[in-house]
């Protein structure tokens, strides 16, 4: 999968999304020092969320559309959380500028029909399905029809959910298609990250998969990494004191650094498979155990465990060849610290 000229790969380094959502604040000046600060800390990429409350839900104040206690927003009707949450789409153009500016790729997530229209007209360079709109279907046809990579979050999604939407997604021409493991809690409890999903993702889907992480921490996110997740999406907000509607499970310009930062160093650390010394180990490899003269010994005398002993360091026969060298007589004088040799040893040279 590419996003622009970018390879999405397990074995590519990580595909960091800096997800702004609301945490503008609706100011204009905010969303593009956001940018700004999502760069510097080492981003690939921006993401918005392209809707308005008329688009997202219904202007009715009561029954299922107030949301429920235990939400960070209990208490409120969903029309007037998105009144206050919706990013401008007349913001976009400017936006997008800064984000070129910056060096980082800017997408979005369309929450209706006529957002993936306004969206193509931007020339995104993907589009992301977010996890309450994975059983829309309409919505991941529409934009598969675009021809653009997409991203889908799975959070709340059972598997057969989401084999549903991939299937709907590939039937519609979808052929750079990514999936997110997340858990749509806000903030998610670490106990409920079940991180261990990503592999089984990566073996059940024929594609990337992701991380959308809503933790208010970093380790997950380095962790997904390190069981394969190719893609994250974090949630940013220059001050968590803002009151920024998404702000308790965003990070911090630092933090969101430190988040990349750790990433980066273990990709380093995964490698590839390799067995056998690297360049660095080749200076220690030397100093591995092999057979040593321990005691002065005679043309003609025994080989014994008094006179030959396994020590540091390694340039004798290997430890292993003990059993022959135990019996056999010198064929010269040896002094104590002289490494071992099949020519030292009596009887036909062996090979190694």
Not at 113 to 126: I, R
Request: some cysteine.
């Amino acid at each position: 999968m590419k996003i622009n000229q970018r390879i999405i790969d397990i074995d590519e380094p990580m595909y960091i999304i800096a997800e702004l959502s609301a945490n503008h604040g609706q100011d204009l000046d905010v969303a593009l020092e956001m940018i700004e600060a999502a760069a510097a800390c080492g981003a690939d990429a921006v993401k918005l969320q392209t809707y308005t409350p008329d688009t997202i839900t219904l202007d009715v104040a009561d029954g299922p559309f107030l949301i429920e206690e235990g939400s960070l927003w209990a208490g409120r009707s969903l029309h007037d959380l998105y009144q206050d949450a919706y990013t401008p789409w007349d913001w976009f153009p400017t936006l997008a500028d800064a984000a070129s500016k910056a060096g980082v790729d800017i997408f979005s997530s369309p929450f209706d029909l006529t957002a993936v229209a306004f969206l193509e007209g931007q020339d995104v360079p993907a589009f992301k399905i977010a996890s309450f709109e994975l059983v829309d279907h309409a919505l991941i046809r529409a934009v598969a029809n675009t021809g653009k990579p997409m991203i889908m979050s799975t959070g709340m999604a059972t598997l057969s959910e989401i084999a549903e939407a991939v299937q709907v997604a590939r039937a519609a021409g979808c052929s750079d298609l990514a999936l997110l493991r997340c858990n749509s809690g806000y903030p998610t409890p670490l106990t409920e990250m079940d991180l261990r999903t990503i592999p089984s993702m990566i073996s059940t889907f024929d594609c990337p998969i992701g991380l959308s992480d809503h933790t208010d921490g970093i380790e997950a996110a380095i962790v997904g990494r390190t069981l394969g997740a190719c893609i994250l999406e974090k949630h940013f907000v220059l001050d968590r004191s803002s009151g920024a509607l998404d702000a308790e499970f965003s990070l911090e310009p630092d933090e969101f650094a430190a988040m990349v930062t750790g990433i980066r160093r273990t990709e380093e650390m995964l490698g590839a498979v390799r067995y056998g010394p690297t360049a660095r180990e080749k200076h220690s490899h030397v100093h591995r155990r092999s057979l040593f003269v321990a005691e002065d010994v005679r043309k003609g005398e025994t080989f014994t465990d008094a006179n030959v002993r396994s020590v540091r360091p390694g340039q004798g026969l290997a430890p292993k060849f003990l059993p022959i060298v135990l019996g056999s007589t010198a064929t010269r004088d040896l002094k104590k610290g002289t490494p071992v040799s099949w020519e030292a040893l009596s009887g036909e040279p062996l090979t190694s």
